[in-house]
């Protein structure tokens, strides 16, 4: 497959050289996007060479905005939760199921456990009893040995939390693992997980030989990003004869607990319901600099847990309220990965008065209840398109290369319309006649 | 629940005043803060005003690394992948798995089906019998009046595919759906299906009212982010005794399909192992302006299809080759939502040579799969961590204020030693110790 396409050593070329080498190649005809590559480096150098650090091969950044959704009230307490999503609508939504829930006292949250799992994957045909009492026989000594990786994380209030050999030869012959449970504290944990993980097993393969005179096949050593014992609680709950919503509150609470309960018994509905929840999520995960590919697995598989996927959060009425929450796996981390070292994460902490990794969960699994809230609202009353439809007649004005006025004249006459695109180029082109 | 951080009209105020704002409340310290969000505003007036457009409330710039990923080989044509992604390592190993595959004949891809769902969900206690009669004699009636929404659509070979009444009475009593099968072209297609939902929605309530003099009780009308039947596949394979990779290409195979089998059987591996293959795909969704959330939420609820949530990927061994696939929903787009309004999206398309929706969805799909063979492939050899050592000794140096020559010594010394906060440290207070 000789191919004209086909370099050696790109990644030992410095930026221009492999700005160059898309120019001569890829962008051969597109002299314009040249530019934009160039146009999104930041002016302040250290800055830029501090970002092309972050990945490989790097060529310029990628720019998400950067909001805020003030007046969150979690626990008493208020934030402006920063946001970064590319999303039109979800910080506005934030900001307003926020304030809703500000005048019926706003979300609680709780977080129901920290521990973090990781696995020693091995295949092994001898007794498995032997491997229990070589745990029991190792656990302390091992745990001694580790010191030099665990001492900081004991410090920070971490650790190894337990030890336990899982027989899993019903689902594959001979397959066994280790499940440790940790507490990273404020950390993701990732390097340190993985690190205990690879030395023990270490330890565990030499030791075991010797000892047993069977090499058992260590294939995995690796975290887990599923982590249902990392929990995170979130409620809101709203008198229902307070509830102004343009409806009865007893209609709405009524038809919101419907719409909560298609969620929870049609997967079709399930996923969209939680991809709304992920954008509330997910936008703070970014902001902090955390891993949202990481947290969307955790999720989703969180809720497939009972065998059939299903919706996140629920709601119901009791003693003349509504009750809505959710209860979601957040792992997050306050340090480590660039939660410190991209500055616009770091300035995202600031913003949230640098909260631990408990406090971050919290504030996070609230933005997802708000942003469902949102939704949910929107799609029980006047429907989801309304609301979208301003921003989409912005995307459809952007591409149209509309002048202010014209911006301005078809935001006015598409106020109460329906919006699609053939509608917006009839009218601009009818007025463009009209004015010619 | 007064408090001196709550604010009225916050989105009304102007960039420059929401900055002040939070000079004057969360930020009140933090004067390098205000700095920071300034920092990140891009130099073209323009392009920064287009990219406030994106959201609400923005106050600035969240940048992710742009990267390359070159020598991609996807049915025959070579690709320098765009990738966006604050995490290190996943363009390197993209890349290595890229050239690897080049050198085995590179990926084949194809896409099964582009079909998206949607649904109108309904309540109505009458018989089912009515509703089946009323969508045979509405159906083309229908068609036509949302001509003026399709037309559009249909010039670019999309539109309705099908319209069906689903009876959800088992799981809620009285609970129905109008499910919808759309063709969305080019365009990921959620304003388009929203739209279409709405207004059939709208016909149907009043027509059927005034024929059966029933009100069905409409309670959503949205799209489904799940879209089984929006389906890409990717296959490698490589002849097993021509595979280097440091053992022999038996034991290597024999490993490597360990690997995925623990994947398939252990939820609690299939989850990594999945945010694996989003590392990749992900990279390419945000690149191209296509909504991660909405992606991750379809791969993730289809890996759990089957009652027990599973590896998205497989391996197996026939005719003496090792072969990897994989089936994921991936419901892309490459007009509409930002791809075409962002910039660097529309650069990132250029650099793909301006795919169709479907040839995205084989490219994304491929890098999914390439992210995914150089996990497990790391992890079956020198496992994951030496490769994430330099990574992490990086993020180690960039938080301790080292200098040029003391990254470089301390880089050099370990190259091959186990890296931990302490041990880095220790090394360099006892440099700078020696040196005073």
């Given amino acids: 497959m000789a191919d004209r396409f086909f370099v050696e050593g790109f990644s030992k070329k410095n930026k221009e050289q492999k700005i160059d080498w898309l120019r001569q190649t890829y962008l051969k005809n597109k002299p314009e996007d040249i530019e934009i590559l160039k146009k999104y480096w930041l002016p302040d150098k250290h800055l830029q060479s501090l970002h092309e ?20 009230p979690i626990n008493g307490k208020l934030y402006a939760v920063p946001m970064v999503t590319e999303e039109s609508s979800v910080v506005a939504a934030a900001a307003k199921a926020a304030k809703f829930w500000f005048e019926h006292g706003g979300f609680r949250a709780e ?101 047993y005179g069977l090499k058992p096949e260590v294939v995995l050593r690796i975290l887990s990003n599923y982590n249902p014992e990392c929990l995170v609680k979130v409620r809101a709950e709203a008198v229902i004869s307070a509830l102004k919503t343009g409806m009865s509150g007893e209609e709405y609470a009524r038809r919101f607990v419907k719409a909560l309960d298609i969620a929870r018994v049609n997967p079709y509905r399930a996923v969209t319901h939680n991809k709304g929840i992920m954008n509330g999520i997910d936008a703070v995960v970014l902001a902090t600099g955390n891993d949202f590919r990481a947290v969307e697995a955790g999720a989703h598989a969180y809720a497939s847990r009972s065998g059939k996927y299903t919706s996140l959060s629920n709601a119901f009425i009791r003693d003349g309220k509504l009750i809505f929450e959710m209860e979601i796996p957040l792992a997050l981390g306050t340090v480590g990965g660039v939660t410190r070292i991209h500055p616009m994460a770091k300035t995202a902490l600031d913003i949230l008065q640098n909260p631990d990794a408990e406090e971050l969960m919290k504030i996070a699994a609230a933005t997802g209840l708000a942003q469902n809230f949102s939704a949910v609202h929107s799609l029980i009353t006047e429907g989801i398109q309304k609301g979208h439809m301003r921003m989409h007649l912005n995307n459809i004005l952007l591409q149209m290369n509309v002048t202010d006025e014209e911006r301005k004249k078809l935001s006015d006459y598409f106020r109460n319309k329906k919006v699609h695109v053939r509608a917006v180029k009839e009218k601009l082109e009818e007025w463009r006649k009209n004015r010619a």
């Fill in 111 to 211: 977080v129901k456990g920290k521990i973090k799992t990781g696995h020693i994957h091995f295949f092994y045909d001898g007794s498995p009893a032997d491997l229990q009492k070589f745990l029991d026989d190792h656990k302390q000594e091992y745990a001694e040995r580790l010191r030099p990786f665990t001492e900081n994380m004991e410090k920070r209030g971490g650790g190894i939390r337990s030890v336990e050999l899982e027989n899993h030869s019903d689902k594959l012959p001979g397959y066994y693992t280790w499940t440790f449970r940790f507490d990273t504290a404020d950390s993701m944990g990732a390097n340190f997980i993985n690190t205990i993980l690879e030395e023990w097993s270490d330890y565990f393969e030499e030791d075991f030989a010797r000892e």
């Fill in 53 to 72: 650090g972050f990945a490989e091969n790097t060529l310029s950044n990628f720019t998400l905005p950067f909001s805020i959704a003030p007046n969150f």
